[in-house]
């Protein structure tokens, strides 16, 4: 899951960068105004946490690593907790399946384990 969570990161970094439009009045300011794009991306809260880690702190390989995996692992933990919502509230209407138990069951039992 932490990998998907990193691809995706990354997907979205790559995209952030191809849209980048750099007009001549910007040139001088690029790392700006790519802060501000990075600000609207629908991964926004995480570049800020990133962000914040990185330039809060001298950059070590080794930290900055576990930095990104903390911050994959509580994305991955409020994706968890969203499912879970999504399968109670099927269950409260009654219109949860079996795939849809199963999966609650799992989730339960993986979050136990942190």
Known sequence: MQNDKAHDLMGDLIHQCDVLELGEENQNSSFAVFQDQLATSPL??????????????EIEFIGAKEDLIGVLSKLELANL??????????????????????????????LSKR
């Open 44 to 57: 926004a809260d995480l570049y800020q946490i990133l962000r914040q880690r990185i330039l809060g702190s």
């Open 81 to 110: 907790k969203a499912e879970m919502t999504e399968i109670t509230e099927k269950m409260t209407q009654g219109t949860a399946n079996p795939e849809d138990l199963e999966r609650y069951r799992q989730i339960s039992q993986r």
